[in-house]
């Protein structure tokens, strides 16, 4: 249901009933606390999911069912609020002697919206970065605090309706980040008619 984030955005990945019209309890946990519970299943049993958990869906690529989740929920016990965050990072950084943290807020690819922030005053100034991506998931295990708002996002992999209510934001320890250095241009051999 859409009750469970404060998001007013519909979530698409809600269904009714699977491919193989099993309908799917209304809430199932697959990992609690960092440990994996769940294996999500069709109607063909497996050791270790011996039954349906009516997940079975259609995709325009394949014409046979799979196994997919429809909205996903990832939560945490104790988030901090969103305007701590940016406290709690320089907090982060200047216990480990860091001149400046990195802030992202947005990432794709080379258009990511990355900010330097110092860590004596908190200046935020945007750099460029080339091809940053998100992070593995070794680094998300030693996480340094994460926020207790979440995001709400739709999308559709292989034609398949989704969501994810996530935190909003969080604090990754060692992320290495590759800035971009644009190259100088050369000045044109023969300058343009107009500037003769």
């Not at 699977?18 to 209304?26: E, L, R």
């Not at 982060?92 to 919206?113: D, F, H, M, P, Q």
Request: aromatic share 6%; proline share 8%; net charge positive.
């Amino acid at each position: 249901s859409s009750d469970v984030c404060s998001s007013d955005l519909p979530l698409y990945g809600h269904y009714e009933m699977d491919a193989d019209g099993v309908t799917p309890a209304p809430e199932m946990t697959l990992v609690e606390k960092g440990i994996f519970k769940r294996m999500l299943n069709g109607r063909y049993p497996t050791l270790k999911a011996p039954e349906t958990t009516g997940s079975s869906r259609f995709s325009p690529s394949s014409l046979m069912p799979i196994p997919t989740f429809g909205t996903v929920h990832i939560s945490v016990e104790k988030g901090i609020q969103p305007e701590k965050l940016k406290k709690e990072l320089l907090k982060v950084a200047k216990a480990a002697g860091l001149e400046y943290a990195y802030i992202v807020r947005r990432i794709a690819g080379n258009t990511s919206l990355v900010y330097r922030v110092n860590v004596k005053d908190g200046k935020e100034t945007q750099v460029r970065v080339s091809q940053l991506k998100v992070p593995e998931w070794t680094k998300l295990t030693t996480l340094g605090a994460i926020s207790s708002k979440e995001n709400v996002k739709n999308y559709t992999p292989d034609g398949i309706h989704v969501s994810i209510i996530y935190p909003s934001g969080m604090i990754v320890n060692d992320l290495e980040i590759n800035r971009s250095v644009p190259k100088a241009e050369k000045a044109p051999a023969i300058l343009p008619p107009l500037q003769r």
